[in-house]
T-cell receptor, first 115, second 111 residues
Framework: DTEVTQTPKHLVMGMTNKKSLKCEQH?????MYWYKQKAKKPPELMFV???????INESVPSRFSPECPNSSLLNLHLHALQPEDSALYLC??????????????FGPGTRLTVT | GQNIDQPTEMTATEGAIVQINCTYQ??????LFWYQQHAGEAPTFLSY??LDGLEEKGRFSSFLSRSKGYSYLLLKELQMKDSASYLC????????????WGAGTKLIIKP
C-alpha cells in the first residue's frame, strides 16, 4: 500500500468557519508533511512532523493548526481563514525525515476555497 | 542564497524525445528529485539522483552533475499522457532536510 489519502477532496468555507483537513497513510512512514500549492506554483512547505512531533513550522499563520494524533494520521485545523488561503493543500509522507533521502508520497490534495 | 531554475513551458511532439533542464545553486546539497504533476493532481515521484551520472528508468532518465549544479530529465517515446508539469526539487541536508522546489516546467505534447 503506497497510498496517502486525504479528505475532503473539496472544501468551501466561509471566513468565520472552523474546518479540518485529514490525511492518512499506512506505509509505516514516520515523517508527514503539509504543503500549500497555488496554481502554477510549486508546493510550499507548511509543517513537518517527525515521529509525531512537530519538527518544522514554516512561519505559518496561527489560523492553521496542525495535529498528529498518531503515526498514521495528520490533521490540519482551519479557523478564520482569508480568501488568499484558497489553494490545494497537499499532505505527504516519507520513510523518515533525516539520515537519508527519502522520496515523499503525496496524497491527492484538498482543494480549499475560502469565501 | 538558494535558486532553482527550470524553463516555464516546453512543447514536444508525440513519439519524440524531450529534455527538461534544471539548474540549482544551493548549500548543503544532498540530492535532486524529479516529480511529475498533472493539473489538479498531486506530484508523483519520478527519480532521485545523488551521484553524478545518468539513471534510467523505462522511458524516463535523469542526469545529475553536482559540479555544474545541473540536472535534466529525459523523456523518450513521448505519449499524450506525459503532458504535465515536471518539478525538480533539491534535497538539502541542512535547513531541516527540506525539499527546495523549482517552479516546474509545463510540458505540452502535441499529436
Amino acid at each position: 500500500d503506497t497510498e496517502v489519502t486525504q479528505t475532503p477532496k473539496h472544501l468551501v468555507m466561509g471566513m468565520t468557519n472552523k474546518k479540518s483537513l485529514k490525511c492518512e497513510q499506512h506505509m509505516g512512514h514516520r515523517a508527514m508533511y503539509w504543503y500549500k500549492q497555488k496554481a502554477k506554483k510549486p508546493p510550499e512547505l507548511m509543517f513537518v512532523y517527525s515521529y509525531e512531533k512537530l519538527s518544522i513550522n514554516e512561519s505559518v499563520p496561527s489560523r492553521f493548526s496542525p495535529e498528529c494524533p498518531n503515526s498514521s494520521l495528520l490533521n490540519l485545523h482551519l479557523h478564520a481563514l482569508q480568501p488568499e488561503d484558497s489553494a490545494l493543500y497537499l499532505c505527504a509522507s516519507s520513510q523518515a525525515l533525516a539520515g537519508g533521502s527519502y522520496e515523499q508520497y503525496f496524497g491527492p490534495g484538498t482543494r480549499l476555497t475560502v469565501t | 542564497g538558494q535558486n532553482i531554475d527550470q524553463p516555464t513551458e516546453m512543447t514536444a511532439t508525440e513519439g519524440a524525445i524531450v529534455q527538461i533542464n534544471c539548474t540549482y545553486q544551493t548549500s548543503g546539497f544532498n540530492g535532486l528529485f524529479w516529480y511529475q504533476q498533472h493539473a489538479g493532481e498531486a506530484p508523483t515521484f519520478l527519480s532521485y539522483n545523488v551521484l553524478d551520472g545518468l539513471e534510467e528508468k523505462g522511458r524516463f532518465s535523469s542526469f545529475l552533475s553536482r559540479s555544474k549544479g545541473y540536472s535534466y530529465l529525459l523523456l523518450k517515446e513521448l505519449q499524450m499522457k506525459d503532458s504535465a508539469s515536471y518539478l525538480c526539487a533539491v534535497f538539502r541536508r541542512d535547513s531541516n532536510y527540506q525539499l527546495i522546489w523549482g517552479a516546474g516546467t509545463k510540458l505540452i505534447i502535441k499529436p
